[in-house]
C-alpha cells in the first residue's frame, strides 16, 4: 500500500501500480475494499508509515499534507478542519466507523484526537450526503486503528521535550485462535506556552486515549466486532476580554483559573453475515457518542453542554457478474436520534436547560460497475427523513477509467445537506448570543472533474478542479437595536471551487518525496470566506540510509494568508481582518538501534515562525523532541 495516496489528484503514491492495488472502505456502504483506480471520487490515504516518519503526534499536523484541507488549530480551544473550503462542521468524522462529532456543537474537534502508531486514514472529498446524511457536505474522514492480525505485539513509546512536553503510548494486539484484539492507550501532556499576545500565561493540556478492538469470527459466514473508546482532555484556556472600555477589548488575554474538559466515550457493536460464497453479505451494527464539555474559571463550572448519538445500522450487499464486468448492489439503512442539553452553574430564565432530541431515518441504495478493472462507474441516493426538519434526498454520481499507459480520468457530481445543531437552534449567551429554532438545513452542490499520470516506479502526479455551491448557508446576523448576533439562513449562494495538485516521486529507493498544492477561491455573499487561505501547501521529503536501518523527514508546510473575524467593536459586531502567510517546518529522523529498539527525534517550528491561525492567538515557538520507542 501506497503511504499517502490521492486517488483524484494521486498526490504521494508511490507509482500507479501501487494505486491501483490501494483500497478504501470509507467510499462504499458495502464495506468492501475499494481500488482507489476505481474512484471518482477524491480519496487520500494515510497509512501508519507515513505518521510514523512525519512524527505525528496529532491528527490535525499530518492532515495538513492533503490537498483541499485547510487546520485553524485553537489552542486552549477547538481545533477546525475544512474541507475545500466547506465550514468545519461539513465534514463527517468516523473513528473505527464510529460517528465522533459532538452532538451538540456539531463538529469534531481535532485537537483531541491523538495519532496512533498502527492506524491508517482515509480522506474522502466532495458530497457524500448520498452516502451518510447529514454533516458530509465537504467530506468524510475516517481514522482506523490497525486490528490484531495487521499489527500483532506490544508497541511502548516514550517521548519528551519542549514546554515541558512528555507523551507515552501502549499497544498489546494479536489474534488467539477465533479472537482478533487489539488494545492501546495513549497520554500527552504539555506545561503549554502562552497564547495571548504579550501574555505570560502558559496554556497546557493532558489528553488522554484509549481504545479497544476486537473481533470474533467463529467461522467464514460469520463474524461479531466491537470496538470502545475513550478520550479526555483537561486544558487550560484564556477569555477574551470582555471589558469595553480596555483597548484590548475583543482580544484574548491571560485569565487565570480559566479551564475546560472534554470528556468522550464511543461505542460500536457489529455482527456481519455472508452467504452464497461471499456474493451477498448483511451487516447489522448499533454505536453510541457521549459527550461532555465543561468550561470552568476561579468561581466553578462556568459553562457546558452534553451531547449523545444513538445509531442502528442495516446494510446488505448483493455482489454478481463474473470475468471483466462486475455489479455490486447496496441497500443501507441508518436509524439515527440525537440528544442534547446545556448544562448551567445556576438556573437562569434565557437558558433552556433541559433535554431535547431530534430523530432521522435514512434509506440508501448504491450501485457500482466494474469493466476489466479499467473502467468504474457508479451512483447512490438517499432519503433521510427527520422530525424536526424538512425531509430531504440528496445523490451522486462518479465514474472513472484508467489507460493501459498509467492515465486516469475521474469526475463525480453530488449533493449534500447539513441539518443544524443545538447551539444554531437554542445556544444563548448573555447579551452576546442566541439560537434560532427557525432554521433551514444547508444545502450543497459540486461537481469535480480531474487527471493523474503515474511514470512507472519514478513519480505519480494528479491534478483536480472542483467546484461547489451552498445554499440556505447558517450565517451570524447582527439585528439593531441590540445587535445580539443571531444565526439566519443567507438568502444567496456561497462558491467554492479550486485545483488541487499532488506529486509523489521515488527516483531512487533512498528517497521518497511528497508535495501537495491547493488553490482555493470561497466566497460568502461575495465575501472572502473566513480561516480559509487561497493558496497553501506542503513539501515531504523523506531519505533512508541503504538498510533502511535510519531515516530523517523534511516538512514544509505552507498557509498562505487568511481572513478571520475580531470582535473588537463593542457592538459584538465582528471585523474582518487579515492573517499572515506562514511557513512550518519540521525535521524529524529515527535510528533503529535494533530491530526491536529505535531512537527518535524532532524539530518542530525550526526557524521559529511566529504566526497566528485564529486571530490574537498565538502559537509555539522552535521546540525540540526526542524518546524512544520498542516493538516485540
Known amino acids: 500500500m501506497a503511504s499517502l495516496v490521492v486517488a483524484a489528484s494521486p498526490a504521494l503514491a508511490e507509482d500507479a501500480d501501487t494505486i491501483a492495488g490501494t483500497i478504501v472502505v470509507t467510499a462504499s ?101 448520498s452516502l451518510y446524511g447529514s454533516d458530509a457536505i465537504g467530506g468524510v474522514i475516517h481514522y482506523i486503528t490497525a486490528s490484531g492480525a495487521e499489527t500483532p505485539g506490544v508497541q511502548l ?102 479551564t475546560f474538559r472534554n470528556e468522550a466515550y464511543y461505542a460500536l457493536l457489529r455482527g456481519e453475515l455472508s452467504l452464497l460464497d461471499g456474493r451477498w453479505t448483511t451487516a447489522l451494527s448499533g454505536q453510541i457518542a457521549d459527550t461532555t464539555r465543561k468550561g470552568f474559571n476561579a468561581d466553578g463550572l462556568d459553562f457546558g453542554n452534553k451531547g449523545r448519538r444513538l445509531k442502528g445500522s442495516l446494510e446488505s450487499t448483493i455482489r454478481f457478474g463474473s470475468g471483466s464486468v462486475r455489479h455490486r448492489v447496496t441497500g443501507a439503512l441508518d436509524i439515527e436520534r440525537e440528544e442534547y442539553r446545556t448544562l448551567t452553574a445556576s438556573p437562569s430564565p434565557f437558558v433552556f436547560d433541559g433535554e431535547r432530541h431530534s430523530d432521522n431515518l435514512g434509506i440508501v441504495g448504491q450501485y457500482d460497475l466494474t469493466v476489466d478493472d479499467a473502467l468504474a462507474i457508479g451512483a447512490s441516493v438517499r432519503r433521510d427523513e427527520n422530525n424536526r426538519f424538512a425531509d430531504t434526498t440528496t445523490w451522486r454520481a462518479q465514474g472513472s477509467y484508467r489507460f493501459e499507459t498509467g492515465t486516469r480520468l475521474h469526475a463525480a457530481y453530488g449533493t449534500g445537506v447539513k441539518n443544524p445543531g443545538y447551539f ?83 527516483p531512487i529507493p533512498q528517497l521518497r518525496i511528497d508535495a501537495a498544492y491547493t488553490w482555493l477561491h470561497a466566497r460568502e455573499n461575495g465575501a ?44 459584538y459586531v465582528p471585523v474582518l481582518v487579515s492573517l499572515q502567510e506562514y511557513v512550518l517546518i519540521n525535521l524529524s529522523a529515527e535510528y533503529r538501534i535494533t530491530p526491536a529498539v529505535s531512537l527518535f527525534g524532532r524539530v518542530e517550528n525550526l526557524l521559529d515562525e511566529e504566526y497566528e491561525e485564529v486571530f490574537s492567538s498565538a502559537t509555539p515557538g522552535r521546540g525540540a523532541f526526542g524518546g524512544v520507542s520498542v516493538r516485540f
Open 157 to 258: 513509546r516514550a517521548e519528551g521535550g519542549s514546554f515541558g512536553s512528555y507523551a507515552g503510548r501502549a499497544r498489546i494486539a494479536g489474534v488467539s485462535g477465533d479472537l482478533d484484539y487489539a488494545l492501546s492507550s495513549s497520554w500527552v501532556h504539555t506545561d503549554g506556552t502562552p497564547t495571548a499576545r504579550g501574555g505570560n500565561r502558559d496554556i497546557g493540556l493532558d489528553n488522554v486515549g484509549a481504545t479497544a478492538k476486537l473481533a470474533w469470527s467463529p467461522g467464514e459466514t460469520f463474524r461479531l466486532s466491537a470496538v470502545g473508546r475513550y478520550n479526555l482532555t483537561d486544558a487550560d484556556s484564556n477569555n477574551s476580554e470582555l471589558d469595553t472600555g480596555s483597548p484590548l477589548f475583543g482580544y484574548l488575554v491571560d485569565s487565570p483559573g480559566v
Open 528 to 571: 472572502v470566506e473566513q480561516r480559509r487561505p487561497t493558496h497553501s501547501g506542503s513539501l515531504n521529503v523523506t531519505g533512508f540510509s541503504r538498510d533502511e536501518r535510519f531515516s530523517a523527514t523534511f516538512t514544509a508546510r505552507y498557509n498562505g494568508r487568511q481572513v478571520d473575524a475580531a470582535y473588537t467593536d463593542p457592538s
Open 29 to 129: 456502504r458495502s464495506g468492501d475494499p475499494v481500488a482507489l483506480s476505481q474512484l471518482g471520487a477524491s480519496v487520500s490515504v494515510i497509512d501508519a508509515d507515513t505518521m510514523a516518519q512525519r512524527q505525528t503526534r496529532f491528527v490535525s499536523d499530518i492532515l495538513r499534507d492533503v490537498p483541499g484541507i485547510a487546520v485553524n488549530r485553537g489552542i486552549g480551544g477547538l481545533t477546525q478542519l475544512r474541507l475545500r473550503g466547506a465550514e468545519g462542521n461539513h465534514v463527517l468524522v468516523l473513528i473505527d466507523g464510529i460517528e465522533v462529532s459532538d452532538p451538540y456543537q456539531g463538529e469534531f474537534d481535532f485537537g483531541s484526537l491523538i495519532a496512533d502508531d498502527a492506524a491508517r486514514i482515509e480522506v474522502l472529498r466532495g458530497q457524500q450526503s
Open 424 to 506: 444554531d437552534l437554542y445556544g444563548y449567551s448573555d447579551g452576546r448570543y442566541i439560537g434560532n429554532p427557525g432554521l433551514k438545513p444547508e444545502r450543497s452542490k459540486g461537481w469535480e472533474a480531474g487527471v493523474e499520470q503515474g511514470w512507472g516506479d519514478l513519480a505519480t502526479i494528479g491534478v483536480t478542479w472542483f467546484d461547489n455551491q451552498l445554499t440556505d448557508e447558517v450565517f451570524i446576523t447582527y439585528p439593531a437595536p441590540d445587535y445580539t448576533a443571531t444565526p439566519s439562513n443567507r438568502d444567496n449562494r456561497s462558491k467554492q471551487h479550486g485545483i488541487e495538485v499532488a506529486l509523489s516521486a521515488r
